[in-house]
């Protein structure tokens, strides 16, 4: 399937930070991901979350990296719409898998995705680029929020733990990073953008660009939603304070390299089969990770 994306849809994107898309994965690519959803949900990476603790009204699950476990996500990965995607929106030449992310938020959950940036959390500078695919309808009120073009504000916030508001990348002089603004209580002063979506669609967005979201109420159905993340033509390897997350070791590079690699396969453009046929091979391994 073929995604034709307009000059004016790759504007608003490098303008505001975040654009959505409609009817970019087909039914067979959405039959897929359910199959892989669903034996995400039964069958959890050692690198889940459980976000809601006691006392908090329904289910909030989280995992990342599960393409190095579960095929179905592994082939949406390397040979669905999305490298495409972000490199049409990134004006990319070619395109790196970073990792994926599953959200699975069961009816009545009142807990929010505290408001972040994605790429603080990464050992990665240059192009970053999320795309955020919903698996069940989404009413606006459920949906993931998005600040504007904040992802131009050359201000990168630390990363907070979903679960416990802990943040990362702390060092005896204090953060790396500056702590994120209450973006909740001060709604009025940002431009906060939001969809009602469907599956088949995608939200695609900056590493840089602050975004959250609400629980799961008032809703009849479970809210599944699967993240990819992708690296552009100037992603290179950083370095943080402390390990982030997820944090991969093994895979040899140094700060400022280019992130070519098995573990970061180049899956965009479509011939450059190599650094994928690599990654299969070291997910057969075992890749290395800590969460």
């Not at 973006?183 to 840089?208: H, K, M, Q, T």
């Not at 609400?214 to 993240?227: H, T």
Request: proline fraction near 7%; hydrophobic fraction near 35%.
């Amino acid at each position: 399937m073929a995604v034709a994306i307009s000059d004016a849809q790759v504007e608003t994107f490098q303008r505001d930070g975040v654009t959505h898309l409609k009817g970019v994965v087909d039914r067979d690519w959405l039959a897929k991901l359910e199959a892989g959803v669903e034996r995400n949900i039964a069958h959890p990476t050692p690198l889940h979350t459980v976000q809601t603790t006691q006392g908090e009204g329904g289910f909030f699950l989280s995992d990342i990296c599960m393409s190095q476990q579960i095929p179905e996500f592994r082939d949406f990965m390397l040979n669905g719409p999305a490298p495409a995607i972000a490199a049409r929106l990134m004006k990319s030449q070619k395109i790196n898998f970073f990792a994926d992310t599953l959200w699975v938020k069961d009816v009545g959950t009142s807990k929010r995705t505290r408001w972040h940036q994605d790429q603080p959390f990464f050992w990665v500078d240059g192009q970053m680029t999320v795309i955020w695919f919903p698996l069940d309808p989404v009413a606006k009120e459920n949906s993931l929020e998005l600040v504007r073009g904040s992802h131009t504000w050359n201000r990168w916030f630390a990363p907070e733990l979903s679960k416990d508001g802990r943040d990362l990348y702390r060092t005896a002089s204090g953060a790396a990073f500056e702590r994120m603004p209450d973006i909740e209580s001060s709604r009025g002063e940002y431009e906060i953008l939001s969809w009602a979506v469907e599956p088949g669609d995608c939200i695609a967005f900056n590493g840089l660009t602050v975004h959250g979201a609400p629980g799961n109420q008032g809703s009849a159905r479970r809210r599944r939603a699967l993240s990819s993340i992708w690296m552009g033509d100037d992603a290179r390897y950083a370095e943080r304070p402390s390990p982030g997350r997820p944090h991969f070791e093994g895979h040899g590079l140094k700060p400022g390299q280019s992130v070519d690699c098995g573990y970061f396969p180049r899956v965009w453009p479509r011939p450059g089969r190599l650094e994928a046929e690599r990654f299969a091979r070291f997910t057969d391994a075992g890749l290395q990770i800590r969460n």
